[in-house]
């Protein structure tokens, strides 16, 4: 299954206009996206606030990502500042894999958008450029201007929700918009283990074989399908066997 670092900014220097902070709005997202992610079946490595850019990266290459993927909204240079608005995705200029997930996640981001959307190559971005896994940094919006930071505080959800939806639509997986809290859930299978899949298909690689009777997490259903937690595995199993 998928796995990303999800790296909200780290810049509480950053104030937007009217109150509030790059960091701490950029974390809302983050918080936000949390369960939809598991309920969409995409694991996640997320950073902390107290950490650095030089840790955040250095984690990210520790592990095995699909995505690398940066939260910021965006400021105006000193003689521009307060006139801009629109969103922008950057990529490493040299990364195939990022230039595709930022293309996704940006037309996706256009369904909700104010302004314009743009996905631009960059070899000056560290968390970019540095970065073993493809990265994508979302610029949400601009937070120099009313508007612009306005729409930012109004719309956490639905940004979190919008770059869930990218995200599956990357990795090929169907978007499940309704959430709710996880859940326990008992394997009631008569005899044979029951089979933990990448996707929602009997044709899908098995993940892993769950026990007859093992507890395991329900975080989301689609269709006939749970998207099921079990152990480290994160998958969709037929819901017809779960109680």
């Not at 701490?24 to 850019?53: F, H, K």
């Not at 995505?67 to 608005?85: D, K, P, R, Y």
């Not at 256009?110 to 540095?130: F, G, N, S, Y």
Request: charged residues 20%.
């Amino acid at each position: 299954m998928p796995i990303i670092f999800l790296s909200p900014s780290l810049q509480p220097f950053n104030e937007y206009e009217g109150g509030g902070n790059e960091q701490q709005y950029m974390n809302e997202v983050a918080d936000a996206m949390e369960p939809l992610l598991l309920g969409n079946a995409i694991r996640y490595t997320r950073s902390s606030p107290r950490d650095t850019l030089a840790g955040v990266i250095r984690q990210s290459n520790e592990g095995e990502y699909d995505l690398h993927l940066a939260l910021h909204s965006n400021a105006a240079g000193a003689s521009m500042s307060g006139q801009l608005n629109g969103s922008d995705f950057y990529y490493y200029r040299y990364s195939e894999w990022g230039k595709r997930a930022a293309e996704t996640l940006a037309e996706t981001y256009r369904e909700i958008a104010p302004c314009r959307v743009q996905v631009l190559a960059t070899v000056r971005l560290a968390e970019v450029t540095k970065t073993n896994a493809p990265a994508v940094l979302v610029e949400t919006e601009y937070h120099d201007n009313s508007t612009g930071a306005d729409w930012i505080r109004s719309h956490i959800e639905e940004i979190a929700a919008n770059l869930t939806k990218g995200l599956t639509i990357y990795f090929g997986l169907p978007f499940i918009e309704t959430v709710g809290k996880p859940r326990c859930a008992v394997v009631t299978t008569q005899e044979s283990p029951l089979n933990l899949r990448e996707c929602p298909s009997l044709e899908a690689t098995v993940l892993a074989r769950i026990p007859r009777g093992a507890c395991v997490t329900v975080y989301s259903t689609w269709k006939e399908w749970s998207v099921v937690g079990y152990q480290d595995y994160l998958g969709y199993a037929a819901s017809a066997y779960l109680t």
